[in-house]
């Protein structure tokens, strides 16, 4: 079976220069691709680096709302310069009204100045939001949008604006995080996801799993616990389980999804 990682972030500081070791693991766990989203300018450069030494990667270059603060002032023409160094997405991009201390001032402004980006080449484009989803289904109604679609990752929202998000080209990204208990209203959410239209991801080193589904233990520097990219097939197991349904059932839907969203990158 083969695993796609709708979104992750291998490029993160916290893995400690462990990429290589990863990329292996996961190679060896059946990750076929990942999407490795970059998150300011300042982390463009590594996932460029990434995708140029593993095939694995398919990168995605983004401005993330917690780092707008950080952007220069040619922000968007270094973004289309590393969108033309190779085959790559735009993300991760979005909007947060949940982080303490975060302003909210700019971050439509960024946000529809990617999605116009990603419209114009047609790039997916992987979207984080929190507690702004009626704005962003606004924006995303109201804005051009890439033909081909884009990926609301790790979606939290609520079930009864599934059909909509949809209608408008989402696609929807399951996290091994929301394997929790705690995360059961997240969890059923998915239960109305269309078909052709599910996605799963590990948001490594982000978005851990219960102690009990991780494959993979992995630690920072710090001794902190990071989610390894190599738990993806955990991950499918266990909205397989969920869904009450086989990973191999499960599998071959994700990846006709996953490659009709990322075809030719």
């Not at 999605?115 to 484009?125: D, E, H, T, Y």
């Not at 929202?157 to 998000?165: D, F, K, Q, S, Y």
């Amino acid at each position: 079976m083969k695993f796609y990682d709708a979104h992750n972030h291998l490029q993160d500081a916290r893995f400690a220069g462990r990429q290589g070791e990863l990329i292996a693991a996961c190679k060896k766990s059946g990750v076929a691709r990942m999407v490795v989203n970059g998150a300011c300018e300042s982390d463009w450069p590594q996932v460029l680096a990434l995708a140029r030494e593993n095939k694995i990667v398919l990168p995605s270059f983004g401005y993330h709302p917690w780092y707008l603060p950080e952007r220069t002032p040619d922000w968007k023409h270094t973004l289309g310069k590393f969108l033309d160094e190779v085959p790559s997405a735009i993300g991760e991009i979005g909007l947060d009204r949940w982080k303490p201390g975060l302003g909210y001032a700019g971050q439509e402004e960024v946000f529809l100045d990617q999605l116009q980006i990603a419209a114009g080449r047609n790039l997916p484009v992987s979207i984080h939001c929190l507690q702004a989803w009626g704005r962003l289904h606004v924006l995303l109604r109201d804005h051009p949008r890439p033909p081909r679609g884009f990926v609301l990752h790790s979606f939290g929202g609520p079930a009864e604006m599934v059909p909509a998000l949809a209608k408008l080209g989402a696609y929807f990204s399951f996290p091994g995080y929301f394997l929790h208990e705690r995360k059961r209203r997240q969890r059923e959410t998915f239960r109305q996801i269309p078909a052709d239209r599910l996605l799963v991801e590990t948001d490594a080193p982000d978005q851990l799993l219960p102690e009990d589904k991780n494959r993979f233990a992995l630690v920072d520097v710090d001794g902190k616990p990071v989610n390894h990219p190599a738990n993806l097939a955990a991950v499918y197991s266990g909205l397989a389980e969920f869904l009450g349904e086989t990973v191999t059932s499960l599998t071959p839907r994700v990846e006709e999804n996953f490659l009709r969203l990322f075809a030719g990158l």
